[in-house]
């Protein structure tokens, strides 16, 4: 077989780089598309920062309580910007009506959903990474206080985000377009479950065991027991990680499953004429 | 170069999905260079293409940023070079920089023709490669592809409804109805065995059963 050949059967950086090229394209020539990426997540911190200086104006508990609404606030947007991020590339292949040109070329779905993951990233950090900076700026919320606590966060959050993007993708090749609302609502669908802005203890009892299932409950109490108690919760961040190790293999599995059910049923040809 | 011919619904773009691995047949094998499809499509899918006037390229690239990423995804060896190749050969090259939401429909289809061929692929399989165009582009078209069968030995099989094109360029012709192969073979002994002068005559006695009512009658 010759270099050539097995080159092109493996997984292949350049063809990862390629999609990742046609995403960076689209993005550097729409500047609606790069103010979109900004614009929630600014009116966001502005909501929440605000919120936070008005329970700080009050002693006690509620004070302690309100550092962490504005933290909380930028790790769900980690989480939900991520996951969109995901899916928008995703959903940029539907809209241009080039998902057929991508399914009959030698392009693996590794490698399709690898450079998802490396445009979420993108995304994520040209929206992210100016809002954490008016937060620190103006609301006092200071990311390196975190220390490594904020890289454990940040890769649980992100390791779910796309758990729910490869999902959400397999959704869409199988169901096509009717499948698209998910993209912009399954991720809210954990919202309350997760626990964001309140600690688990506030759930009724029965309901606890559902969010303990799911890794950003874990983050955000891990959040609160660094903000409230400054206190790293490794066990925590452990346990997140172990459960996204489970749900991001089932979404890859039910990736490639949908996929195969596509190509059965023949919707993967609308994409095609 | 290979034809398939059939009416709207015949199943001309089903196959051409099968042969790319798009569709899984509901029984039978597909086999393409040896390849299973689409179980070991990977073996083979860089060195086949695929062109279409009904599939789009991402509109707001620009011509020369859709190629480099198809390129890219195909494992082309100096890219650039190529694109400016195929630039020249197909006179793309004062479209390069504009978007491709912005081109004529002759202008997209030598910029699909262009990343169909991008990979020199061995099997290239094209779904009415002339359809929406005017006569001098589909002629011209029709000319490239016949140097481009001739200079690489490629399989090239072609679904269209333009007889003469089909004529022109085919040595082979596919009937289909209904999903199943109604004939198949040259152009000219279809026309002998119909008794018909042109290929669009033989296509209506298919479409309409006509063979097979006067096979009945007798």
């Known amino acids: 077989m010759s270099a050539r050949l097995q080159a092109q059967q493996n997984f292949s950086l350049r063809r990862v780089g390629a999609m990742v090229l046609r995403y960076w394209y689209l993005l550097r020539s729409s500047w609606p598309r790069l103010l979109e990426l900004i614009y929630w997540p600014t009116v966001q911190v502005l909501t929440w920062g605000l919120i936070q200086i008005y329970v700080a104006q009050h002693s006690g508990f509620f004070a302690r309580a309100g550092a962490t609404l504005i933290g909380a606030m930028l790790l769900w947007e980690i989480l939900f910007r991520g996951q969109l991020g995901f899916s928008i590339s995703f959903l940029e292949e539907m809209w241009a009506r080039n998902l057929g040109n991508l399914m009959i070329s030698p392009l693996r779905p590794a490698e399709f959903i690898s450079a998802l993951m490396i445009m979420s990233l993108i995304r994520l950090a040209i929206g992210m990474v100016p809002v954490f900076f008016m937060a620190m700026a103006f609301f006092g919320f200071n990311v390196y206080e975190l220390g490594f606590g904020f890289v454990a966060f940040f890769v649980n959050l992100i390791l779910t985000s796309w758990a729910i993007g490869i999902l959400v993708s397999g959704l869409l090749l199988r169901h096509g377009m009717g499948a698209e609302s998910l993209a912009w609502t399954l991720t809210f669908l954990i919202l309350p479950l997760s626990c964001v802005y309140y600690p688990v203890a506030v759930l009724p009892e029965w309901l606890q065991p559902v969010a303990w299932a799911l890794p950003p409950t874990y983050v955000f109490e891990g959040l609160r027991a660094m903000l409230t108690d400054r206190v790293f919760r490794a066990d925590l961040m452990l346990g997140a990680l172990a459960l996204n190790a489970v749900y991001f293999g089932a979404a890859v599995f039910a990736f490639l499953r949908l996929m195969e059910s596509a190509r059965r049923q023949g919707t993967l040809m609308q994409g095609a004429d | ?218």
């Open chain 2, 1 to 218: 170069m290979t034809a398939l011919l059939g009416g709207n619904g015949a199943g001309k773009t089903t196959t051409i999905a099968m042969i790319l691995g798009l569709t899984m047949p509901t029984s039978g094998t597909v086999t393409v260079l040896g390849a299973e499809m689409p179980r070991q499509r990977y073996q083979v899918l860089h060195r086949m293409n695929f062109e279409s006037p009904y599939v789009d390229m991402p509109m707001r690239l620009t011509v020369r940023q859709n190629l480099t990423v198809f390129a890219g995804i195909y494992g082309v060896e100096d890219v650039q070079g190529r694109i400016m190749t195929l630039a020249e050969e197909l006179n793309l090259i004062e479209f390069l920089d504009r978007p491709s939401g912005k081109l004529s429909s002759g202008q997209k289809t030598r910029v699909s023709l262009a990343k169909a061929l991008l990979n020199h692929p061995e099997v290239l399989l094209l779904d009415e490669p002339t359809a929406s165009l005017d006569p001098d582009t589909a002629d011209w078209v029709r000319g490239r592809l016949e140097r481009y069968r001739f200079e690489q030995g490629a399989t090239v099989l072609l679904a269209s409804h333009n007889m003469s094109e089909v004529e022109r360029l085919c040595e082979r012709v596919i009937m289909l109805k209904k999903g199943r192969v109604e004939d198949d073979d040259s152009p000219q002994q279809l026309l002998a065995r119909y008794g018909r002068r042109t290929l669009e005559e033989v296509f209506l006695d298919v479409a309409r059963g006509r063979r097979e009512k006067q096979e009945a009658a007798q």
